[in-house]
């Protein structure tokens, strides 16, 4: 599932990262390539969130409304 990809890019993520970071810091004896990266990174994430994730969202909201799928309404506890 989505959750498990979640969680499994944020352990490689955790595991890796600082080593790479302190690798790539070695380097070039400097943070601003690492942070260059992690920005560069960020911005792409953002990109292809809004490029694939968007009319993912638009169709499955649109396959939802065309099925005449509609939200249970919300009973109060104890009724």
Known sequence: TNYGFLYMAQGVGSVLG????ALVHDAFKSWMPV???IITMNFATALLAGAALKP???RWLTNRSLS???????IPAGS
């Not at 600082?18 to 970071?21: E, N, R």
């Open 56 to 58: 993912m969202r638009r």
């Open 35 to 37: 942070f260059a990266t």
């Open 18 to 21: 600082g080593p790479v970071a």
């Open 68 to 74: 005449g799928a509609v939200a249970a309404p919300l």
